[in-house]
């Protein structure tokens, strides 16, 4: 979802671009997203220069950074089951060091590292957590968290030994895209209308101005540093109620209990072992789902005169193309 953003900003300014994708990973959701945005979305998909590779693949990211003088690396996996968890720490780690050494040997000037505010850590009481956070290896740390935590110390190394790089951390990203995928699931379930929500809150940042915050950090002055990228503090049940109503569907009633969430992480578990299908909730997404947590991204609108769009407008959008 990020990619494919970052692409629509990049050619709608007229660059060309070349885009890596795995063997067989289809680009529909791309071209429906451009569709969707764009009334030149043929002209800007022109643009594009689709190569195949992967990550784990040095050979595959030699030939597509030929010539090539920024990166941007929104590639990983999010994943919450634990069958996954060598898969995620691999990919989002050992990847991001591929990318990084060949993006150093083939001489690019910058490189963006999309990241995540799970990389940042935790404060005590998970408020107002920014930059300045630090890292603290924690039971409470998802895999994921730690995949993307180790993947930043990759593009440091990278900032050490000369590239010039940027780290953006985005909270709960708000997109089109694939209703199966990551954050997006709640659009399709909220389609067809639930009543639950858990007690959690978060932060909300919309998939465009993570984009136009790449691509402004990119073409600035600003290298070696960070910026969380998020918009609004919201709590999961008004966030859950504004998809709702844009749906047209009843607001949400019954608040799910941290001891629920227990039973039922333990029942999908059960379930998952039995059919051999993945967990729909795990013991971190369920432990995820309660935390009452904030953002600070601030300090890209006092940086570079960043401006976010309010996640009310975005959610409209993104409700208009999943209709």
């Not at 063997?23 to 689709?50: H, M, N, P």
């Not at 993947?151 to 010039?164: C, H, I, L, Q």
């Not at 951390?169 to 089109?176: D, K, Q, R, T, Y």
Request: aromatic residues 10%.
């Amino acid at each position: 979802m990020v990619g494919t953003h970052i692409l629509l900003a990049l050619t709608q300014q007229g660059q060309r671009v070349r885009a890596l994708k795995r063997k067989g990973s289809s680009v529909v959701e791309t071209e429906k997203t451009f569709r969707y945005y764009s009334q030149r979305a043929d002209e800007l998909l022109s643009r594009i220069e689709w190569t195949e590779g992967d990550v784990m693949d040095i050979f595959s990211l030699e030939e597509a950074l030929k010539d090539v003088i920024h990166v941007y690396h929104a590639a990983a996996m999010v994943s919450f089951d634990p069958k996954e968890r060598d898969a995620i720490l691999k990919i989002n780690m050992e990847g991001t060091a591929n990318l990084v050494n060949v993006s150093m040997d083939y001489g690019v000037k910058k490189f963006c590292h999309i990241s995540s505010v799970a990389a940042l850590g935790k404060t005590i009481d998970l408020q107002n957590i920014n930059e300045d956070t630090w890292w603290k290896n924690d039971p409470s740390n998802s895999w994921y968290a730690i995949s993307k935590y180790n993947a930043e110390r990759e593009v440091w190394r990278a900032s050490e030994e000369g590239m010039n790089v940027v780290i953006v951390n985005p909270s709960v990203i708000v997109g089109a895209g694939d209703v199966s995928r990551s954050s997006n699931a709640i659009f399709g379930m909220a389609k067809k209308g639930f009543s639950w929500y858990t007690k959690g809150s978060g932060g909300f940042v919309d998939a465009q101005d993570v984009a136009d915050a790449c691509i402004k950090l990119m073409e600035s002055e600003i290298v070696n540093e960070r910026f969380v990228l998020s918009s609004e503090n919201m709590s999961y049940r008004d966030f859950a109620n504004e998809i709702l109503k844009l749906f047209g569907n009843k607001p949400v009633s019954r608040q799910l209990s941290s001891f629920s969430l227990g039973l039922l992480w333990r029942m999908e578990k059960f379930i998952a072992n039995l059919s051999g299908r993945s967990p729909r909730i795990t013991k971190e997404s369920a432990a995820a789902a309660s935390e009452i947590a904030s953002y600070n991204g601030k300090r890209i609108t006092e940086r570079i005169g960043f401006t976010y769009k309010p996640i009310r407008q975005s959610l409209q959008e993104v409700v208009g193309y999943y209709r």
